[in-house]
């Protein structure tokens, strides 16, 4: 069964202290590995998608990385704004049963101080 | 372009009852799926819908229903509620035509049972 694990749980910052947030996972085959940014009492906004190892992608402040089996976020310089809680989720790439169902971590909470 | 809409926002239901929920997916988007997201479970794969199949099922009971329409719209269903049902709600569209499935989620409908 798939599973993803991230930590830490929660982490809090000071503006402009740049920190990691790491997601492992275990899964049969990875269709893909998605990160997400979700703020209180609101969906899940997606943030990155990554498919195979050594792959990276950045926006703004942030930086995704990829392993065979672990997933880091890499956060420069922090903002206030950038507090949320970050999900890390895959998606198996075996059939049938992969179809569109995402397997989420419980989330690490950021909260950046000015 | 529209995002994923989801109605209604808010709900309150006693024990015993039953609900609707709505999602409307971005334009084009094939592909529906449900998740549940509680504080203890995080958030949980329900089904997922394409062109008005149910391809997918999570570990639910057959309280929980959902149906696809034409238009790719979607509805879930949860029959005599529980407390333990109380949650937030979301689904998320997929285009689903290539192996790039990322998935864009809804602002979600929170449900409390009383």
């Known amino acids: 069964e798939d599973q993803v694990t991230q930590s830490p749980e929660a982490l809090r910052l000071q503006e402009g202290e740049s920190s990691s947030l790491n997601c492992s996972y275990t899964?049969?085959?990875?269709?893909?590995l998605f990160w997400y940014r979700q703020d209180p009492g609101k969906g899940p906004e997606f943030l990155f998608t990554l498919y195979s190892a050594g792959e990276e992608k950045e926006k703004e402040r942030l930086k995704a990385t990829l392993t065979k089996k672990e997933s880091f976020l890499h956060i420069t310089a922090p903002k206030p704004e950038d507090s949320a809680t970050y999900l890390c989720?895959?998606?198996?790439?075996?059939?049938?049963?992969?179809?569109?169902?995402?397997?989420f971590g419980q989330g690490t909470i950021l909260t950046v101080h000015p | 372009k529209a995002g994923v809409t989801q109605t209604p926002r808010y709900l309150i239901k006693t024990r015993g009852q039953q609900v609707t929920l709505s999602c409307s997916p971005i334009s084009g988007h094939r592909s529906v799926s449900w998740y549940q997201q509680t504080p203890g479970q995080g958030l949980q794969f329900l089904f997922e819908y394409f062109s008005e199949t149910q391809r997918n099922k999570g570990n639910f009971p057959g309280r929980f229903s959902g149906r696809q329409f034409s238009n790719s719209r979607s509805e879930m269903n949860v029959s005599t509620l529980e407390l333990g049902d109380s949650a937030l709600y979301l689904c998320?569209?997929?285009?689903?035509?290539?192996?790039?499935?990322?998935?864009?989620f809804g602002p979600g409908t929170r449900l409390l049972v009383l």
């Open positions: 989720a895959v998606q198996e790439g075996a059939g049938g049963t992969s179809y569109g169902k995402l397997t």
């Open positions: 998320a569209s997929s285009s689903s035509l290539t192996s790039q499935e990322t998935q864009y």
């Open positions: 899964v049969s085959g990875l269709r893909g």
